[in-house]
T-cell receptor, first 113, second 115 residues
Framework: DQQVKQNSPSLSVQEGRISILNCDYT??????FLWYKKYPAEGPTFLIS?????DKNEDGRFTVFLNKSAKHLSLHIVPSQPGDSAVYFC????????????FGEGTQLTVNP | EPEVTQTPSHQVTQMGQEVILRCVPI?????FYWYRQILGQKVEFLVS????????KSEIFDDQFSVERPDGSNFTLKIRSTKLEDSAMYFC?????????????FGPGTRLTVL
């Protein structure tokens, strides 16, 4: 199942700098996109979402950008903090097939002090 | 803050045995899910449950799996005869509404180890 893909398994940034996590999708029926953060031994924690009618959604340090024509979304974290170090999952859903989330592989973000 | 809880945190079982994984969704949520993550693989959807019946299930969710809401708070996943390949983290999730435009909140997971 390659409908949602996160091509970078890991990303390392310096504290205070911007972290950019990327996600690509192939299913043009996806109309809602979410980012989850996961610490070891915990479940995924909802971070931010965006519907397909928007191209940007911002919540504090977190901004998600959606480029529908490119079937690409990204999560920007500014400024990055050491506590942001976690695995970040991109997920997508489509209204016509219920509420199932299709996840990407995840990107391990490490923010160095 | 309300949260989804799951028990047990770790379950070890012998191949062929039945296991029941338990979840308590967030109290005012109406839609419930099970996902699993095999080590090193993606988080995969198993099943969604709404209004006391299965709403959607994936191809993984075969006859060995069943879900139930036995009372007003618990939501369970039963695997009738476990196989080695059922070893995974199992996550329960819940959401307030049925629409896909809705965040799902996940529990901490149950690690199932089948020997």
């Amino acid at each position: 199942d390659q409908q949602v893909k996160q091509n970078s398994p890991s990303l390392s940034v310096q504290e205070g700098r911007i972290s950019i996590l990327n996600c690509d999708y192939t299913n043009s029926m996806f109309d809602y996109f979410l980012w989850y953060k996961k610490y070891p031994a915990e479940g995924p924690t909802f971070l931010i979402s965006i519907s397909s009618i928007k191209d940007k959604n911002e919540d504090g340090r977190f901004t998600v950008f959606l480029n529908k024509s490119a079937k690409h979304l990204s999560l920007h974290i500014v400024p990055s903090q050491p506590g942001d170090s976690a695995v970040y999952f991109c997920a997508a859903s489509e209204e016509t097939s219920g509420s199932r989330l299709t996840f990407g592989e995840g990107t391990q973000l490490t923010v160095n002090p | 803050e309300p949260e989804v809880t799951q028990t047990p945190s770790h379950q070890v079982t012998q191949m062929g045995q039945e296991v029941i994984l338990r979840c308590v969704p967030i109290s005012n949520h109406l839609y419930f899910y099970w996902y699993r993550q095999i080590l090193g693989q993606k988080v995969e959807f198993l099943v969604s449950f709404y209004n006391n019946e299965i709403s959607e299930k994936s191809e993984i969710f075969d006859d060995q799996f069943s879900v139930e809401r036995p009372d007003g708070s618990n939501f369970t996943l039963k695997i009738r005869s476990t196989k080695l390949e059922d070893s995974a983290m199992y996550f329960c999730a819940s959401s307030e509404w049925r629409s896909s435009y809705n965040e799902q909140f996940f529990g901490p997971g149950t690690r199932l180890t089948v020997l």
